[in-house]
């Protein structure tokens, strides 16, 4: 069992291994005045370390239109207290991606992993 400082110690030294920082976005949606919505993007958090990383490859190809599709993701690495939702956006070395999945939900938690899409 690990106790609270070997736990906050082993944080620490993950931290260290994220060598990017990145920018985490959140969505407000506003009316377009025609029925419609406009949605427009805020800056939730600010040089966040991060490292991001090619997704697994057998996850390369996805059904769409009844036929395989291409699909490229990134799986991104984030320290263990970061805020994200699968509604944010993160940019990255200036790319902009969306997040679509999250693993927040295990014992230990030594970093946040997220698997995100290119925009």
Aim: charged letters at 20%; a negative charge.
């Amino acid at each position: 069992m690990l106790s609270t400082n070997d736990l906050a110690w082993m944080r620490d030294d993950l931290e260290a291994l994220l060598p990017d920082t990145c920018v985490i976005l959140t969505p407000t949606t506003t009316s377009d005045g025609q029925g419609g919505y406009e949605t427009t993007w805020g800056t939730a958090s600010v040089n966040v370390k991060c490292r991001i990383d090619p997704g697994r490859k057998e996850m390369y190809e996805q059904i769409s239109g009844a036929k395989l599709a291409p699909f490229s993701w990134w799986q991104l690495t984030l320290p263990w207290d970061t805020t994200v939702t699968t509604e944010s956006r993160v940019v990255v070395n200036g790319n902009t991606y969306n997040v679509v999945n999250h693993d927040d939900n295990k014992s230990w938690m030594g970093t946040l992993r997220v698997a995100v899409m290119k925009v």
